[in-house]
């Protein structure tokens, strides 16, 4: 499969079964990685910090925490 991307230049994108299986599995370890990430000491820092910033709200529902 073929995507125009911008001013004429394409990609190929390997669409096949394996190649998306692939990518939804990187897609989920890097989702772990970024909760685990948001988790840390850093991470609930900055929540506590701004916690009505949109991103910072998002993350919390991804970790299951209320936002306040």
Not at 5 to 27: C, F, H, P, Q
Request: hydrophobic share 35%; charged share 25%; with cysteine.
């Amino acid at each position: 499969m073929t995507f125009n991307i911008y001013w004429g230049y394409s990609m190929k994108i390997d669409m096949s079964r394996e190649a998306v299986t692939n990518r939804l599995k990187t897609v989920d370890q890097l989702r772990k990685v970024c909760l685990s990430l948001a988790s840390s000491s850093a991470g609930k820092s900055i929540r506590k910090k701004i916690p009505a910033d949109e991103t910072v709200q998002r993350t919390s529902q991804a970790l299951g925490q209320p936002h306040h």
